[in-house]
Protein backbone atom coordinates (compact mmCIF):
# COMPACT_ATOMS: atom_id res chain seq x y z
CA UNK A 1 0.00 0.00 0.00
CA UNK A 2 1.24 3.48 -0.98
CA UNK A 3 -0.21 6.94 0.72
CA UNK A 4 0.74 10.30 -1.48
CA UNK A 5 0.08 13.66 0.51
CA UNK A 6 -1.74 16.46 -1.69
CA UNK A 7 -2.01 19.90 -0.29
CA UNK A 8 -5.46 21.46 -2.11
CA UNK A 9 -4.61 24.75 -3.68
CA UNK A 10 -7.89 25.99 -2.42
CA UNK A 11 -8.69 25.16 1.06
CA UNK A 12 -5.32 24.55 2.29
CA UNK A 13 -6.97 20.65 3.21
CA UNK A 14 -4.20 17.58 2.88
CA UNK A 15 -5.51 15.07 0.35
CA UNK A 16 -4.42 11.50 0.57
CA UNK A 17 -4.44 9.44 -2.27
CA UNK A 18 -4.10 5.22 -0.92
CA UNK A 19 -2.89 2.93 -3.50
CA UNK A 20 -3.78 -0.38 -2.60
CA UNK A 21 -2.61 -3.01 -4.68
CA UNK A 22 -4.36 -6.63 -5.27
CA UNK A 23 -5.53 -8.46 -7.79
CA UNK A 24 -6.79 -4.91 -9.67
CA UNK A 25 -5.48 -1.23 -8.49
CA UNK A 26 -7.90 0.79 -6.52
CA UNK A 27 -7.39 3.98 -5.70
CA UNK A 28 -9.52 5.80 -3.10
CA UNK A 29 -8.99 9.45 -1.69
CA UNK A 30 -9.46 10.17 1.49
CA UNK A 31 -9.22 14.27 2.63
CA UNK A 32 -7.62 14.91 6.12
CA UNK A 33 -7.85 17.46 8.97
CA UNK A 34 -4.70 20.37 8.34
CA UNK A 35 -3.91 18.90 12.08
CA UNK A 36 -3.68 15.15 10.95
CA UNK A 37 -0.64 15.97 8.40
CA UNK A 38 1.16 17.61 11.64
CA UNK A 39 1.54 13.72 13.34
CA UNK A 40 4.79 13.02 11.00
CA UNK A 41 6.60 16.02 12.57
CA UNK A 42 9.13 14.95 15.59
CA UNK A 43 8.40 16.42 19.21
CA UNK A 44 11.74 18.06 19.96
CA UNK A 45 12.26 19.02 23.77
CA UNK A 46 14.24 22.24 24.13
CA UNK A 47 17.92 22.03 24.71
CA UNK A 48 19.41 21.46 28.47
CA UNK A 49 22.80 22.31 29.88
CA UNK A 50 22.67 19.46 32.18
CA UNK A 51 21.80 17.35 29.17
CA UNK A 52 24.45 18.67 27.26
CA UNK A 53 27.10 17.81 30.39
CA UNK A 54 25.96 14.11 30.51
CA UNK A 55 25.99 13.65 26.79
CA UNK A 56 29.77 14.67 27.23
CA UNK A 57 30.68 13.07 30.15
CA UNK A 58 28.99 9.85 28.32
CA UNK A 59 31.34 10.37 25.59
CA UNK A 60 34.59 10.56 27.71
CA UNK A 61 33.95 7.71 30.12
CA UNK A 62 33.15 5.58 27.02
CA UNK A 63 36.46 6.97 24.86
CA UNK A 64 38.36 6.22 27.54
CA UNK A 65 37.30 2.79 27.81
CA UNK A 66 37.96 2.44 23.61
CA UNK A 67 33.99 0.94 23.84
CA UNK A 68 31.87 1.45 20.97
CA UNK A 69 27.94 3.02 21.75
CA UNK A 70 27.09 -0.28 20.91
CA UNK A 71 29.45 -2.49 23.48
CA UNK A 72 28.28 0.32 26.10
CA UNK A 73 24.41 0.03 25.25
CA UNK A 74 24.42 -3.62 25.75
CA UNK A 75 26.22 -3.80 28.83
CA UNK A 76 23.95 -1.57 30.27
CA UNK A 77 20.74 -3.09 28.54
CA UNK A 78 19.62 -0.22 26.91
CA UNK A 79 18.99 0.35 22.83
CA UNK A 80 22.22 1.75 20.94
CA UNK A 81 19.86 4.55 19.06
CA UNK A 82 18.91 5.96 22.47
CA UNK A 83 22.26 6.22 23.65
CA UNK A 84 23.06 7.88 20.79
CA UNK A 85 20.64 9.96 21.08
CA UNK A 86 21.65 10.57 24.71
CA UNK A 87 25.14 11.65 23.62
CA UNK A 88 23.32 14.02 21.25
CA UNK A 89 21.82 15.27 23.87
CA UNK A 90 18.46 14.81 22.07
CA UNK A 91 17.04 12.57 24.27
CA UNK A 92 15.97 13.16 27.62
CA UNK A 93 17.61 10.32 30.18
CA UNK A 94 15.86 8.94 33.29
CA UNK A 95 17.95 8.32 36.62
CA UNK A 96 17.36 4.30 36.36
CA UNK A 97 19.13 4.71 32.73
CA UNK A 98 21.86 7.10 34.61
CA UNK A 99 22.85 4.70 36.91
CA UNK A 100 22.41 1.64 34.26
CA UNK A 101 24.90 3.10 32.13
CA UNK A 102 27.44 4.00 35.48
CA UNK A 103 27.25 0.68 36.69
CA UNK A 104 28.36 -0.79 33.03
CA UNK A 105 31.02 1.72 33.00
CA UNK A 106 31.78 0.84 36.79
CA UNK A 107 32.40 4.57 37.77
CA UNK A 108 29.49 6.67 40.29
CA UNK A 109 26.80 8.11 38.68
CA UNK A 110 27.10 11.30 39.93
CA UNK A 111 30.43 11.70 37.78
CA UNK A 112 28.28 11.90 34.95
CA UNK A 113 26.67 14.68 36.07
CA UNK A 114 29.64 16.99 36.92
CA UNK A 115 30.71 20.37 34.58
CA UNK A 116 34.10 20.27 33.07
CA UNK A 117 34.49 24.03 35.00
CA UNK A 118 33.51 21.89 38.76
Known sequence: MT???RPQPTTGEMKVVMIIWSTECLLKQVVLKPSA???SRVKR???SKLRDVVARNLRLF???RGWSQERLANEAGL???YLSAVERSEQNISIDN???LAEAMQIEASKLLITADA
Open 3 to 5: AVV
Open 37 to 39: CNL
Open 45 to 47: TPK
Open 62 to 64: RAE
Open 79 to 81: NRT
Open 98 to 100: LAR
